[in-house]
């Protein structure tokens, strides 16, 4: 039993010499920063991509739909007929990437 105590005090004296759960934080936490560091340009660029082609759709959506409205002459029809189109896509599109 004295070598047990031995083995547990020897224990106790480490750890109050290194403290492990704190060093064991810094370390997530500095991967985490360094991680976010190295993806921020990327992210950003994804973002600003993303962004634009959101607006492009957007504008695409509604002179779709205002070029139907005109075709039709009935007021909302053209840009319901556009919506759905444009959904209709969306789902093709996921359907084809759904790896």
């Not at 759709?57 to 002179?63: A, Y």
């Amino acid at each position: 039993m004295q070598i047990l105590d031995e083995i547990v005090s020897f224990i106790e004296g480490v750890k109050s010499v290194v403290d492990i759960p704190n060093m064991i934080k810094e370390a997530i936490s500095n991967g985490v920063k360094v991680g976010v560091e190295k993806a921020k340009p990327v992210l950003i660029k994804v973002m600003l991509i993303a962004e634009l082609t959101l607006a492009g759709i957007v504008l695409i959506g509604l002179g779709m739909g205002t070029y139907l409205e005109s075709v039709i002459s009935t007021p909302g029809v053209g840009f319901a007929l556009a919506g759905m189109i444009l959904i209709a896509a969306s789902l093709i599109y996921a359907g084809m990437n759904k790896n």
